[in-house]
């Protein structure tokens, strides 16, 4: 599948930054080969922390629009070491740390990934919606 293929560039990269760039939640990655692969996220996201999963809920109240970026923080700077995807993308940290996109999404591309390398995009994908 042409998709976990591609999906499998992003085994040992690291989250180097994490942020909300107009109202969606925007994250990079680097590793040896691409020293910027961009994630675009409009989906729901999921952890394997129960803890985390609970404090969300707060941050929910105050913004449900951003409130997501909290998942990203146990993950800051962390070496990615499985990548899975079958209806949805679940990315394996090196501290055991679980995020999962659901691509069951009210939105058509929930998903966008670009990879960059000296500069250039060499490869971008849209992983669409599963509804």
Known sequence: MLIQEDLNLLLNSYLTSFGIVNQFIELKFSNDTYEEITFFVDCDLST???????????????????????????????????????????????????????????YEEPL???????????KSFTIPSYR
């Open 112 to 122: 966008s990934i670009t990879f960059q390398k000296n500069g250039v995009i060499e």
């Open 48 to 106: 394997n922390d129960a803890e985390l999963e609970r404090k969300k809920e707060y941050f929910d109240k105050l913004d449900n629009d951003v409130s997501s970026i909290i998942y990203f923080i146990k993950a800051n700077r962390k070496k990615v070491e499985a990548v899975e995807f079958d209806k949805n993308l679940k990315l394996v940290f090196t501290n055991n740390y679980i995020i999962e996109f659901s691509l069951f999404s009210e």
